[in-house]
């Protein structure tokens, strides 16, 4: 039972690049949640699915892009980078209930746009 | 506008002391509450939650937490902290289905 994983762990983007951050889970929880983490920011929402084909923006979710087509796989695209978008990206999963329910989280994929 | 504001960014204790780290909120809406872990270059893990009944909280590694509801707050403790416990530590406050929001973080050092 791996849990949460995510590739790359590390990244480095030229501005105006695309790339996808994969994020896939074995526990077969229905709630994924995509997070950025900036140095003394804590984490910002960027998008969330409840199911497969169902997902929804957060707090933060201009310049990305997410699709749910497995329970187990909820990628995130970055279509053209931007300096803004170098952060940490963490993804989680939760069983039900969304965000009332614990929360699984991967290692991250640290991301830097240059 | 509902917030969550940890007090302190960095706190540092030694080794055997109490730890005390603090969580308030903001919203007249009962919310669920959190506290996760992170260590280095990890993801998050969760420590304890409230969600509904007894206030005190008890998590892993020794740690619990109290909702207080007068003072919107849910302060994370430990007793005596341990070389291990250094790591940064996050509240985390969810209303509803569809929205939490996660405090700035604080990082927990600890004195030989």
């Known amino acids: 039972n791996a849990g949460v994983t995510q590739t790359p762990k590390f990244r480095i983007l030229k501005i105006g690049q695309s790339m996808t951050l994969q994020c896939t889970q074995d526990?077969?929880?229905?709630?994924m949640y995509w997070y950025r983490q900036d140095p003394g920011m804590g984490l910002k929402l960027i998008y969330y699915s409840v199911g497969a084909g169902i997902t929804d923006k957060g707090e933060v979710p201009n310049g990305y892009n997410v699709s749910r087509s497995t329970t187990e796989d909820f990628p995130l695209r970055l279509e053209l980078a931007a300096p803004s978008q170098t952060s940490v990206y963490f993804c989680?999963?939760?069983?039900?209930?969304?965000?009332?329910?614990?929360?699984?989280f991967g290692p991250g994929t640290r991301l830097l746009v240059l | 506008a509902q917030s969550v504001t940890q007090l302190g960014s960095h706190v540092s204790v030694s080794e055997g002391a109490l730890v005390l780290l603090r969580c308030n909120y903001s919203s007249s809406v009962p919310p669920y509450l959190f506290w996760y872990v992170q260590y280095p270059n990890q993801g998050l893990q969760l420590l304890l939650k409230y969600t509904t009944g007894a206030t005190l909280v008890k998590g892993i590694n020794g740690f619990e937490a109290e909702f207080k509801k007068s003072e919107t707050s849910f302060h994370l403790t430990k007793p005596s902290a341990h070389m291990s416990d250094a790591a940064e530590y996050f509240c985390?406050?969810?209303?509803?289905?569809?929205?939490?929001?996660f405090g700035s973080g604080t990082r927990l050092s600890i004195r030989p």
């Open positions: 526990m077969n929880h229905n709630y």
């Open positions: 989680a999963s939760s069983l039900l209930a969304g965000f009332r329910e614990t929360q699984y």
């Open positions: 985390a406050v969810s209303w509803g289905a569809s929205k939490i929001i």
